[in-house]
C-alpha cells in the first residue's frame, strides 16, 4: 500500500460517520442507500447467510422506503460483513477494512476486539460501528434494520480485503 | 419385487453412467507459429497448444491417447490426485505409449480448479506437448464471474529442447544474454572501488555462478494460448463484467511477472486450490504453477495483459477488450533484476566471513517456529518504508503497547529500504515490485479457502538440498543426480515435514506428483495446498505432505532442463491398501528407465 493510498483510507475513516449522515438525509440522488430502520417499523425479516466467500440469497427485492429487519447469520469459516451501500460507498468502506486486516483487528477467523476498540487519536477508533453494516466472527448471528430510501444502485457487500472483488455482494432490486 | 430391486439397481448405476466421459486426445507433429519464427513441434489433436479439457467433479474419466509420433510418449495429469499407474510418467507409473499405440487412461475427477497436462517424455513438452485441464466443481464457486478464460503461458524457443540440452551440456551460458560485460566491471569499479569488485567477482566465480543467471534460457518468444506478442490472442468481455482468467505457466524454464494495467487482480485460486482472495497489481508465476484471478474491467477500453519473464529477457502478451482487434499500450520491459551476495548465501563451502552485514537469523521466516502466535503472513504486504508522507501526528493517541506479542524487529518491512518478502533471501536482488508501486503477489499472502488436511504435527521431517553446479549444468538433490540416487521411501499415513535448502543461484519450481504440496507461510491450519513449490535462491522453504497416495511417484525440479539434468527423484509411499500394492510390484518387475 502506498502513502497516498493509506492517506485516502484515514481519511475515509474518519468521514464514514459524515457519509451516514448525508445518508441519512435522504437526497434522493442515487447516492445514498436509507438510514437506520426501527424495529418495529420493519415490514418483514430476511434472513441472508454468510458462507466463504458469497451470500444466500445473492439478491433481494424491497419497496421504495420499505424498513427491512435483516438477520445476518455468519455460517462460514472466515470473517464476513453484511453492509448495505452503493458501490462507491463500499469502495472507500474497502480502504478501512484493508487497514483493520492490516492492523491485525481481521485476522482469517477472528475479530481482534482490543484492536479494533484502540484509540488510534483524535477519538477515532477501529470499531466496527456503523448502522447499516455488521462485521461477524464465524458462528455469530446479528441484526441490521434498515430503511431503503429510493430506488437507487445498492448492493449488500462484504469488503473484508478482496471478498468483494471475488463476487461476495448481492443487488438490492426495487419492485 | 425383482422389479423395484432392479429399478432401484439401475437408479443406483444411473449417476455413475452420466458421469463418466471419454475423451480422445491424439499427439501430433504439428507446426508452431510465434509471430517471430516457425518451428515444428509436438502438440495434441493437431495443436500446440493442445484442447482445454473440461471435467467435472465427481466424473470418472476416460481419456484415449493415441501416439502419432515415431518416438514413445506419455501424458502427465498436472496436479490430479489419481491412481499412480495413470498419472503417466514413464518408467515410473507405467512404461509409456509406443508409436502407434492407444492407451487409454482412466481415473476418477476428485477435485476442482485449473491444472494443465503435458508430456512427461524426453523434451516433448518444451517442444508444445502440453495442454490445459479445467475442474468444474461438484458444488458452486466460492466466487462470482460472469465469464472465463484459460491464459496459458509458454517460453517458445527456435531451438528443439534437445538441442537446447546438449548446448546447455556443452556450455551453460549459451543462452544467457545477459552476462556482465567488461565495461559493466569498470562501472562497478568506478561505483564500488577496484577491491570490491574484484572480490564481488571472485566470490561469483568460486560459486560456479555467473552474476546474471536469474534465467538459463534467453532468447524465447512468449506465447498466451499459443500466440505470440504480435499475434496478440484477445479475450473479449463486456463492461462491468467480473472475468476469471486462469493462468497456468507451462514455460520449460520461465517465470513471469504478470499485470494488468489499469485492473486490480484478485487471486481467488493457486495450483487447482481456492484461496482466501487476495488483491494484488503483479504476481509472479513459477514454471508449472497455476493461479486464477478475477479482474473487473469497467470502462469501454482494452487492457493489456503483460507477462515479463522474470529475468526480463522477454514477455508474453495478450489482450482483454471489448471488441476484436482493439489494443492498449504494451509496456517496455523493466531493468533485470541481478542476484545479489544475499541469494547466494545458501551455498555450501563459502566463506560467510566475508558477508559481513547479512543477518541469517531470519532465513527461516516461512517456518512456523518462533513466529509467536502472530500472523505475520498478513503484514507482508506492508512497506513502511514508503509511508513517509503520511501525518503521524494526528496518531498520538495509537498505544502500540496494546499491541501485545507484535514484535516489529521480525517483520519484513524493508528496513533496509529494499523491498522484502520472506519467500526471498534478506537483501535479495531477486524480489520483485509492482510496476505501480502497488502490491506484489507473496507466497506469504496464501492461505487456503477451505483447508483440506486438518493440523496436524508431521511425522518426520525430510532435508532436501536442492543442488548443483552451473559450469557443468549438473543440478540435483542432496548433491547425487537422479539416476545415482535411492528413491525417498515414504509411509502411507505419515505427514512428512520436507525442508527444502536452495544452495543454488536459480530458483527452482518443486513438484511432487499425486500427492498434495502443503505450503508452509505460517498461517498453521490456513497454509495453502499446491502442487508446485517455488524455492528460491538462498532461502529455505518447508512444505507438508499428508501421504494418502500409494504407489511410486516422480518428485522433481519442473525446469525442464533441470529435471533432466538430475533434479528429481522418485517416491516410494509403502503400505497403504493391498491392491495398490500390488501394482507398484509389478511395475517395479517391468521398470523401464524415465
Known sequence: MNASKLIVAAAAMSMSAATLAAGAHGGGHGASSGEPGKASEASRTITVEMYDNYYEPEEISVKPGETVRFVVENKGNLVHEFNVGTPDMHEAHQEEMMMMVEHGVIQGGKLNQDMMNMDMGNGKTMKHDDPNSVLLEPGQSKEVIWKFSDKGNIEFACNVPGHYQAGMYGDVNFE | ?594
Not at chain 2, 238 to 263: H, K, Q, V
Not at chain 2, 428 to 450: C, E, R
Open chain 2, 1 to 594: 419385487m425383482k422389479t423395484r430391486l432392479l429399478t432401484g439397481l439401475l437408479s443406483l448405476l444411473m449417476p455413475a453412467m452420466v458421469m463418466a466421459g471419454e475423451y480422445d486426445l491424439t499427439v501430433d507433429r504439428v507446426k508452431i507459429d510465434t509471430g517471430d519464427f516457425v518451428k515444428e513441434g509436438i502438440g495434441y489433436n493437431g495443436a500446440s497448444p493442445g484442447p482445454v479439457m473440461r471435467f467435472k467433479e465427481g466424473e470418472n474419466v476416460k481419456i484415449n491417447v493415441t501416439n502419432n509420433l515415431d518416438e514413445m510418449t506419455s501424458i502427465h495429469w498436472h496436479g490430479l490426485i489419481l491412481p499412480f499407474d495413470q498419472d503417466g510418467v514413464p518408467g515410473i507409473s507405467f512404461p509409456g505409449i509406443k508409436p502407434g499405440e492407444t492407451f487409454t487412461y482412466e481415473f476418477p475427477i476428485q477435485q476442482a480448479g485449473t491444472y494443465w497436462f503435458h508430456s512427461h517424455s524426453g523434451f516433448q513438452e518444451p517442444d508444445g506437448a502440453y495442454g490445459s485441464i479445467v475442474i468444474e466443481p461438484e458444488g458452486r464457486e466460492p466466487f462470482r464471474y460472469d465469464r472465463e478464460y484459460v491464459v496459458q503461458l509458454t517460453d517458445k524457443h527456435p531451438h528443439s529442447g534437445d538441442r537446447i540440452m546438449r548446448n546447455l551440456k556443452m556450455m551453460p551460458d549459451y543462452y544467457n544474454r545477459e552476462q556482465q560485460t567488461v565495461g559493466e566491471f569498470f562501472s562497478d569499479v568506478s561505483k564500488n572501488g577496484l577491491m570490491n569488485t574484484v572480490s564481488d567477482r571472485m566470490a561469483w566465480g568460486g560459486m560456479r555462478m555467473m552474476k546474471a543467471d536469474v534465467e538459463d534460457i534467453h532468447g524465447f518468444t512468449g506465447l498466451i494460448n499459443g500466440k505470440g506478442p504480435s499475434q496478440n490472442w484477445t479475450g473479449i468481455f463486456e463492461p462491468g463484467e467480473r472475468i476469471r482468467l486462469r493462468f497456468i505457466n507451462s514455460s520449460a524454464m520461465t517465470y513471469f511477472d504478470i499485470r494488468i494495467p489499469g485492473l486490480d487482480m484478485t487471486v481467488v485460486q493457486a495450483d487447482g486450490n481456492n484461496v482466501q482472495p487476495v488483491s494484488v497489481d503483479e504476481f509472479r508465476i513459477g514454471v508449472a504453477e497455476t493461479y486464477d484471478v478475477i479482474v473487473r474491467p469497467k470502462d469501454e477500453q482494452a487492457y493489456t495483459i503483460f507477462a515479463e519473464s522474470m529475468g526480463r529477457s522477454g514477455y508474453a502478451r495478450a489482450t482483454l477488450a471489448p471488441e476484436e482487434g482493439m489494443e492498449a499500450a504494451v509496456p517496455q520491459l523493466r531493468e533485470p533484476a541481478r542476484l545479489t551476495m544475499a541469494d547466494m548465501s545458501g551455498m555450501a563451502g563459502m566463506d560467510h566471513g566475508s558477508m559481513a552485514g547479512m543477518d541469517h537469523g531470519d532465513m527461516n521466516m516461512s517456518s512456523s517456529e518462533g513466529m509467536g502466535g502472530m500472523d505475520h503472513s498478513s503484514m507482508e504486504g506492508m512497506d513502511h518504508s514508503n509511508m513517509k508522507g503520511m501525518d503521524h501526528s494526528n496518531m498520538e493517541g495509537m498505544d502500540h503497547s496494546g499491541m501485545s506479542g507484535m514484535d516489529h524487529g521480525s517483520m519484513a518491512m524493508g528496513k533496509k529500504g529494499g523491498p522484502s518478502d520472506p519467500f526471498y533471501a534478506k537483501g535479495s536482488g531477486l524480489v520483485p515490485t509492482a510496476a505501480n508501486g502497488g502490491k506484489f503477489l507473496s507466497y506469504a499472502d496464501l492461505k487456503a479457502q477451505d483447508p483440506l488436511y486438518e493440523l496436524r504435527e508431521p511425522t518426520r521431517e525430510i532435508e532436501l538440498r536442492l543442488t548443483g553446479n552451473m559450469e557443468r549444468y549438473t543440478w540435483s538433490i542432496n548433491g547425487v543426480k537422479y539416476e545415482d540416487a535411492d528413491p525417498i521411501r515414504l509411509k502411507y499415513g505419515e505427514r512428512v515435514r520436507f525442508k527444502f535448502v536452495n544452495e543454488t543461484m536459480m530458483t527452482h519450481p518443486m513438484h511432487l506428483h499425486g500427492m498434495w504440496s502443503i505450503l508452509d507461510v505460517g498461517a498453521g491450519q490456513w497454509n495453502p495446498i499446491k502442487h508446485t513449490i517455488s524455492v528460491n535462491p538462498g532461502t529455505t522453504v518447508y512444505m507438508e505432505t499428508e501421504v494418502d497416495e500409494p504407489g511410486q511417484w516422480a518428485f522433481h525440479c519442473h525446469l525442464s532442463y533441470h529435471a533432466a539434468a538430475g533434479m528429481f527423484r522418485k517416491v516410494i509411499v509403502e503400505g497403504g491398501p493391498e491392491s495398490a500394492q500390488a501394482k507398484t510390484d509389478v511395475l517395479v518387475e517391468d521398470g523401464g528407465e524415465v
